[in-house]
Structure formats: structure tokens, C-alpha cells
């Protein structure tokens, strides 16, 4: 059950500002001092509430989060400020109007009002819904809120929708089990003229419908969702859209390509996740000039150092045999303390491995644990 925003404190802004405030001073004291001050139980527990989501709102909402009102389930299920504006820029470029369908709190519907679409938001949780209008009300904008399900309300000229991945605290990885199911939510909004449906990002390339453009998106190096685009609005089969530091940049191409596989180089790259996860690789290695050295392993090997926001790039300083006994006495030759582990395709376990290494000295580097035909190897690296 979801909880219900209290009109006492929606129309109370002095309240909302003075239980953030005793939150930060007295910690666990705050219901107390809350309170002492006149405020009835009840609210004070709601105030404290919202001002504890408020806090934990700010890495996806930044100081928007201050004027927003949050249930913990749906902040969790919220989609990050910054992606939800990138989403609703690329609609308002090709629509006037937008459904929004499982719309939660009501921040991608947020997003769509901004860019100057005509929103219908649609949620089924009669509770949440009331946190979606008070947060269009919070930032006065013209958002309609309906209380319906997706499967069954008209859609605008364009639609967006974002089902529930999670049920009873748990978080359901095959879009059939999504509320509402992939598969009806996509035959709906294969309705309109231009559609986008987010999902995990965990989710198998075999339910990318024909035609569909497929976009994973990661923040800071973290790989928050996929979305699937469809109809007009699909540009192209895949694109992996990296924000980093605030900008944003992509990557696109057929998911088909295969990379070449050669030799270790003096440059190692490791792409983002999200570019992993659309099946770019190929793509990214003609950009940098680089190959595999291992056919199924997403690393890049070059001879050039490259800059790019779509990987990390390390310094090849050495290749080893991936032997604990032959690692230790070579790395405690360098004094190497501080060991950054990574492996990828030797099922090894980064945290065995270094008890095994019983590192010591002032020195720090990257070892990465992987294939190089067909040997396991450790490449020991330094930043590039
Ligand atoms: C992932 S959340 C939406 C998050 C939202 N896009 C945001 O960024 O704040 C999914 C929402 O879908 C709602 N929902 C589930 N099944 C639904 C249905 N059949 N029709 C409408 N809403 C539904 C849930 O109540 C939940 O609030």
C-alpha cells in the first residue's frame, strides 16, 4: 500500500523546511523536537519522512528534490532528472502531445510538461497518482494526472511508458513479469506514431522488437536503464547514451559488427557498460583504432591512446601469466600496495586473488585478470 501525501503538510511549506531542518540537526531526536513544537505525531512522522526521501532524492534529482514529494518505492523506481530531460527533448523534437503511462511519481511526465509537450499522465495507484499532481502543482506545470490503466487508456499522438519492475520489495528481471507485461504494453504502444518504452538494464536482446531502436543509458559509468524506441521515433537499431560530468554523449550502429581480435597492445580499454549492453563494441574499436584480444571478452587493445568518453583507458605496463605465486614476488618487486583488481573471462575472484597477493609497498596499479589467446593472463596497468 501506498502511502497518501498528507494535505497538512502539502499546504505546509514552513513544516516541509523545518522538519528537513531538524532532520539534519538532531538525527534521531527530530520526531521529538517536531514535537515539542506543536506538530501532531502523525505529521511529524510524514514531514520526517518526506524531508529523509528529499535527501535521498538529490543524486537523481539534484536541488529539484527539495520541491518534489517522494514515496520511497517510487523514488526507487524513478527515473534520474537528466535522463527523463534528454527522453522528453527527443519527443518534443517529433510530438505536440504525449500519454505517459505508469507515470509513479510523475517525473518523466515532469520532464515532458518542461519541454512545452501537452501531458496525460497515467498511473493505476490511486495514491502515487496524488504524488504525480503534487508535483506538477510543485513546479506549476500543466500535467493531467488520470488514475487508469495502461493497457486501456487512449493514447496520444505520442506515448511513453515506464512499467513496474518491482512487486512486493523485489525487483523482476524478465519484462513478462513487468506490470503491466512487455508484450501488451509494446502492442499498445505500436498504436501510436512515436513510442519509447524503458526497461532494466539487464534485459535480453531478444525482446527488441523488429525495427525497434535500442538505447542503454548509463550515469557516471553506471548503467541505469534500456529504452526501447518505436515507430518513428526509432533512428537507428542501437545507441548507448553515456552522461558523464553532465554531458552527455552517444554512440550508435547495427549491434551486428564484430570487432577484429589481435594481440595485446600498449593501450587496454574497458568500455562502458552501456556500450557493452547495446553491442557496440565494434563500433568503438574502429573509433579508437583498437581490437579484442579475446573474441567474447569486451576488452580493447591499441597502439594509440585515444581519448574517448565510451571507455577507460589503461597503460600497459606488463603481461603475466595469471599465477598467484609467480604474481606475488613481481608485484612486491614494484612495491606495489594498492592493487586495483579487474577481471573479465577467468572466473576468478578478484578478493581471493588479493589475500593470495599479500600486497606491500607505497605503489599503486591496476591488474586486469583475462583471456589473451586462449591464456589466462594478468596485465598489470597504470592510468594512461
Ligand atoms: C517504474 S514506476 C514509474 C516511474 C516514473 N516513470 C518516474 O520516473 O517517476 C511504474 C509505475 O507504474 C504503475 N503501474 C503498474 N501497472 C500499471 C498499469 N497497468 N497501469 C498504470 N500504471 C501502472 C505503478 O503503480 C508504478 O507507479
Same mark, same amino acid.
Given at each position: ?11 505546509? &511549506?514552513?513544516?516541509?523546511? /523545518? ?5 539534519a ?13 506543536g506538530?501532531?505525531?502523525a ?14 532524492a538529490? &543524486?537523481? @534529482? ?27 527533448? /527527443?519527443?518534443?523534437?517529433?510530438a ?35 504524488? $504525480?499532481?503534487?508535483?506538477?502543482? $510543485? ?5 493531467r ?24 520489495g523485489t ?10 507485461s ?5 502492442? /499498445?504502444?505500436?498504436?501510436?506514431? @512515436? ?6 538494464p539487464?534485459?535480453?536482446?531478444d ?16 548503467v ?17 547514451s553515456l552522461?558523464?560530468s ?30 557493452i549492453?547495446a ?51 613481481l ?8 592493487l ?7 572466473g ?5 586473488? /588479493? ?27 597504470s592510468?594512461a
Amino acid at each position: 500500500m501506498e502511502p497518501s501525501l498528507p494535505e497538512a503538510l502539502l499546504t505546509d &511549506p514552513g513544516l516541509q523546511a /523545518r522538519a528537513a531542518e531538524v532532520l539534519a540537526h538532531d538525527g534521531d531526536r527530530a520526531p521529538l523536537a517536531l514535537r515539542k513544537a506543536g506538530v501532531e505525531p502523525a505529521l511529524a512522522a510524514a514531514a520526517l519522512t518526506l524531508a529523509d526521501l528529499r535527501r535521498h532524492a538529490r &543524486p537523481k @534529482f539534484g536541488d529539484l528534490a527539495d520541491r518534489l514529494y517522494f514515496t520511497r518505492a517510487g523514488l526507487e523506481q524513478a527515473t534520474r532528472w537528466p535522463v527523463a530531460v534528454r527522453r522528453a527533448s /527527443r519527443f518534443a523534437a517529433s510530438a505536440g502531445e504525449v500519454t505517459d503511462l505508469c507515470c509513479g511519481l510523475g517525473t518523466e511526465a515532469l520532464a515532458f510538461a518542461q519541454a512545452g509537450l501537452e501531458v496525460e499522465a497515467v498511473e493505476m495507484n490511486e495514491a502515487t497518482a496524488g504524488f $504525480a499532481k503534487a508535483n506538477a502543482a $510543485a513546479l506549476d506545470l500543466p500535467v493531467r494526472v488520470t488514475v487508469a490503466d495502461a493497457l486501456q487508456t487512449p493514447l496520444a499522438e505520442s506515448a511513453f511508458a515506464d512499467p513496474a519492475r518491482r512487486s512486493g520489495g523485489t525487483r523482476n528481471f524478465n519484462p513478462a513479469d513487468y506490470s503491466p507485461s512487455l508484450d501488451p504494453l509494446l502492442t /499498445r504502444l505500436r498504436t501510436t506514431r @512515436f513510442a519509447a518504452v524503458k526497461l532494466g538494464p539487464g534485459i535480453s536482446h531478444d525482446w527488441i522488437p523488429e525495427g525497434a531502436e535500442a538505447e542503454w543509458v548509463s550515469v557516471d559509468r553506471d548503467v541505469v536503464e534500456a529504452c526501447l524506441w518505436l515507430g518513428e521515433a526509432a533512428q537507428t537499431p542501437r545507441r548507448a547514451s553515456l552522461l558523464k560530468s553532465g554531458t552527455w554523449h552517444e554512440l550508435t550502429g547495427t549491434g551486428e559488427e564484430r570487432a577484429e581480435v589481435g594481440e595485446v597492445a600498449d593501450y587496454l580499454y574497458e568500455p562502458d557498460g552501456a556500450v557493452i549492453r547495446a553491442g557496440l563494441i565494434a563500433e568503438l574499436a574502429e573509433d579508437l583504432n583498437a581490437h579484442m584480444g579475446s573474441e567474447d571478452i569486451a576488452y580493447l587493445y591499441g597502439d594509440t591512446l585515444t581519448e574517448t568518453a565510451f571507455a577507460r583507458a589503461w597503460k600497459v605496463e606488463e603481461v603475466w601469466p595469471l599465477h598467484p605465486k609467480k604474481l606475488k614476488p613481481l608485484l612486491a618487486e614494484r612495491g606495489i600496495g594498492r592493487l586495483t583488481i579487474k577481471q573479465r573471462g577467468t572466473g576468478i575472484d578478484p578478493a581471493t586473488l /588479493r589475500k593470495q597477493l599479500k600486497l606491500k609497498g607505497p605503489e599503486e596499479a591496476t591488474l586486469v585478470a583475462t583471456r589473451l589467446a586462449g591464456a589466462h593472463v594478468a596485465i598489470l596497468c597504470s592510468e594512461a
